[in-house]
């Protein structure tokens, strides 16, 4: 299914230059459309999804998102597992979310197992399994503009409620609704039963930020961002305690990309350690330019802590490498080398990363017979592609100085 764009005289939802690569064409046209959409503070709408904010701790602002309309195909809205798989480009993704309302009331994290209206009809629709009707209320209408954050997803402005209600029944799928009702169950528990039954990141972030996963006792609202890195985090260590019983993979190198994010992401056959590098690449650049990087590290064991660098970009891109090492039932050292070009023109959150690395396990590896061999590759790809020298980053590379140093058993035996 292709979205529809509201056009505008003057106005190319792909920008000027046809390719998506125009934020400020890109934002108003986004700003016309809800513009001429929104036309009062009370309207009818459908929703799906919600929103919880982290400003203020433990007072946060609890949203309904929704669209100041009713749409056939409004759960395109919040959709960003088809968005990567149909390829949409930013200013469809920004054209979609920027219509959704952040219909938000303050309450208190604890609030999760409280009767409170705003929570508990957020707790439904995030069960949902499709948009269901409401009828909104705003204490005033609503000022264009559009949130953008490196975690979570694009929405349009933040609106203070005066009334919401449900019109219609909510559609819940038997499994979500066996598990909310389980308040035995912890919250780990419970995210892995989901995931191993298809529900993707989007439904359990929901599912979890609002307060409808763990021990009774522990329920409470979670903000958004923490969330969605939290659900990335703890399918992340349920793939990792599989992918160690595996036997070691090959040299293979996978390449690809989604919205200007490109991965090359190089599998050793070495027991389970990851590292991330996350390095801006501007469009034109000098060979011994000392481009700025961020990067963290995961040995055997794991972590004991949060990373400091790289934030849940290193959660996202790892459940993705997981993924792919369990499909094809291996084990690896894997180091991830992230580039961000001009053409990732605004923030849209981890969603990116995790889809692009998706689309890259997706491609078919190159294989070499030596570790040599592909580092040569690496090189000279990297080189002849953004005019940059890798070994910058392959100095300061934890993973690849081990592989390099480390002694293992069979040395001792040779």
Known sequence: MKPTYKKHKGFDPLGPCGKGRCPICTRNNAFLNLKNTVTSENFTSDSNSVFVGHYN?????????????????????????????????????????????????????????????????GQELAMASSPAALEVNLKQKPKFRLQTSDYSLPMGPSTALKK????????????????????????????????????????????????????KKNRVLVPTRWSITGVDSNIGKFLTNQVKYNPYSGYLAYFGSYLGNYFLVLMFPDAWQYELFETYVPHYTNFNSNLKYTTDYEPYEGRKKYVEQTAGGFYASKLAVLEQLTKIKKQASVLVLRFITDEYTMPLGVFVVREAVRKTMETTPLEFSSRDLMIKYTQNFIKKKYNYDVNKILRKSVLFNNIKTQMKLKNYFN
């Open 57 to 121: 701790y433990p007072n946060v602002n609890v949203g309904i998102l929704a669209p100041p309309e009713i749409k056939q195909d409004s759960w395109l809205n919040d959709a960003p597992n088809y968005w990567a798989q149909q390829n949409y480009q930013i200013p469809q993704i920004v054209n979609l979310r920027s219509s959704l309302l952040n219909n938000k009331q303050q309450s208190n994290v604890l609030n999760a197992r409280k009767k409170e209206k705003i929570i508990e009809l």
């Open 164 to 215: 919401i209600k449900l019109t219609e029944n909510t559609k819940i799928p038997r499994k979500i609704d066996y598990i909310v009702s389980d308040s035995d169950l912890k919250t780990s528990e419970a995210i892995k039963i989901l995931y191993k039954d298809k529900f993707n990141e989007n439904t359990l972030t929901k599912l979890f930020s609002i307060g409808n996963l763990g021990l």
